[in-house]
């Protein structure tokens, strides 16, 4: 399998509510990026996950939060939505730590009404 | 002021132009990243790189590592080459990468 899958391509969620998105990384790539971009903004760094361990953290509360799974899938929990959590959600894989070899996915678009 | 700046934010261009985007930073760099996002969202890696120049079909980028600039050109542009254009800095070290707000390019037919 190549290239990077995300699920679901778009999603609506009520403020308060909680959301899991998920990413299929590249076959190979053990390293995976999440960011989220807001209308008109560049990606903005959430975490990243290397071998199932969390490998660095950007500027975002604790109700993000992280997995990634023994086959190098990964999913993005956010609790207690808010509006401002309105955004493409972007999911990039890597086949090592040092981010040779990026590879995005097409992103979830996350609506919060 | 932001790490990575690009310019112009937008930029619209007949078929055929040249197209010059910029990318200024201002940190310590291992790799500079070109990276094409189309309306849907995905994101579509150009180019990597961290000295001189490299080239793909008529993509051509560019960085300076003293001045810490970078460019990307496109020769001969294309309705099809219509796309926000981001520029994305690792820097050594880091897990993360830092990106610009885009170039917004359109070309018209």
């Known amino acids: 399998e190549t290239g990077v899958t995300q699920s679901p391509t778009h999603l609506i969620k009520t403020r308060g509510q909680q959301v899991t998105l998920r990413c299929s990384s590249q076959?190979?790539?053990?390293?995976v990026s999440w960011y989220q971009q807001a209308l008109g903004q560049g990606p903005q760094f959430i975490f990243q996950?290397?071998?199932?361990?969390?490998?660095g953290r950007g500027n975002f509360p604790p109700r993000f939060s992280g997995l990634q799974f023994p086959n190098y899938s990964s999913e993005l929990n956010v609790n207690a939505l808010e509006l401002d959590d309105s955004a493409l959600y972007l999911c990039?894989?890597?086949?090592?730590?040092?981010?040779?070899?990026?590879?995005f996915g097409s992103g979830t678009r996350l609506t919060v009404v | 002021k932001n790490e990575v700046e690009q310019s112009p934010q937008n930029l619209t261009a007949q078929e055929g132009e040249f197209i010059t985007i910029n990318c200024s930073y201002s940190?310590?760099?291992?790799?500079l990243h070109w990276l094409q996002q189309h309306p849907g969202g995905g994101i579509v890696s150009l180019f990597m790189?961290?000295?001189g120049k490299k080239k793909h079909g008529r993509l051509i980028a560019t960085i300076n590592i003293q001045e810490k600039h970078s460019s990307l050109h496109i020769t001969a542009s294309h309705p099809r080459d219509s796309a926000v254009y981001i520029c994305?800095?690792?820097?050594?070290?880091?897990?993360?990468?830092?990106f610009g707000k885009g170039t917004k390019l359109t070309v018209n037919p």
């Open positions: 990039a894989s890597s086949p090592r730590q040092d981010l040779y070899g990026y590879t």
């Open positions: 076959s190979g790539h053990n390293t």
């Open positions: 996950y290397y071998r199932e361990e969390e490998n």
């Open positions: 940190v310590g760099i291992s790799a």
């Open positions: 790189l961290s000295s």
């Open positions: 994305a800095v690792g820097k050594g070290g880091s897990e993360k990468l830092v």
